[in-house]
């Protein structure tokens, strides 16, 4: 999806390019003007892509994960 502004002067304002997941309609990328700052005080044109939500483990992950020591010996 592209935004932009609708009135006369939309021509000087930069555009926005918004990609969403179509099955959980989550925002997948961000690409345009931020709200971000440059040492200058410009506000930065950005790309932001946002990586996948974490998937939770299976119970048998986790007992595995739990049973594994997290050394084999201590040393001094």
Request: aromatic share 10%; charged share 20%.
């Amino acid at each position: 999806m592209t935004m932009r502004l609708d009135r006369w002067y939309g021509f000087v304002a930069p555009s926005m390019e918004l990609t969403y997941a179509n099955i959980d309609q989550r925002l997948l990328e961000f690409a345009g003007i931020a709200t971000i700052r440059d040492s200058a005080g410009r506000h930065q044109d950005v790309r932001i892509v946002f990586p996948e939500p974490a998937k939770p483990a299976d119970a048998g992950a986790l007992q595995r994960a739990f049973a594994t020591p997290l050394v084999q010996r201590c040393t001094s």
